[in-house]
């Protein structure tokens, strides 16, 4: 018996407004995914003598901040196109949507829990949470190009594209954590 998708996992299925809301979600979660890679390879880089807890604290407050800065800027956007703040639904969409990109921040943080406990060294959890975080990125970008009407190796062009311009973003935000 083929195995049926339920409609929330098809986005082909979803209305415009569903999409939207999808998109939103996703959009936060690359954005603070590369935000969270970013300070884990800078930490990588100058983890001589770190802590699993001092990296695990960094991450945290990158990504919240990161999340809270993202959350503000929907609200002042939401301000200056409207005219108004938004409605009780709407201020817990953006809320739910700008929270849920903190899931970004687990695999890394559970690494560095393992690292806290003996289980292995910090650079180990440092890799495993880049590894984790750079599979993600993959993954989401795959789920969107998969999607686009185009020849298979026009999609496949298309996430290398998209991974050569990661790696630029990467290397830029590097830049800025020094």
């Known amino acids: 018996m083929p195995r049926r998708r339920s409609r929330r996992q098809d986005p082909a299925n979803l209305s415009d407004a569903e999409k939207e809301e999808l998109a939103e979600r996703l959009r ?3 954005y603070v995914t590369f935000a969270v890679l970013a300070v884990v390879l800078t930490l990588l ?3 001589h003598g770190l802590t699993a807890g001092t990296a695990a604290t960094s991450l945290t407050i990158t990504a919240v901040g990161t999340v809270a800065a993202a959350w503000l800027a929907q609200l002042i956007a939401q301000l200056a196109a409207h005219g108004g703040f938004p409605d009780r639904a709407h201020l817990v969409a953006m809320t739910r949507t700008s929270a849920g990109a903190l899931v970004t921040l687990v695999a890394p943080l559970l690494a560095l829990a393992g690292a806290g406990l003996g289980w292995w060294e910090v650079t180990t ?3 495993v949470g880049t590894g984790v975080l750079i599979a993600s990125l ?4 795959w789920l969107g190009v998969r999607r686009v009407q185009v020849p ?3 999609r ?3 996430l290398g ?5 990661a790696v630029g973003v990467v290397a830029l935000k590097l830049l800025a954590h020094g």
């Open 125 to 127: 959890a440092l890799r």
């Open 152 to 154: 298979f190796p026009a």
């Open 156 to 158: 496949v062009l298309a």
């Open 138 to 141: 993959v993954l989401i970008s």
């Open 161 to 165: 594209v998209l991974a050569l311009l």
């Open 28 to 30: 936060e979660r690359v």
């Open 45 to 47: 880089a100058h983890a």
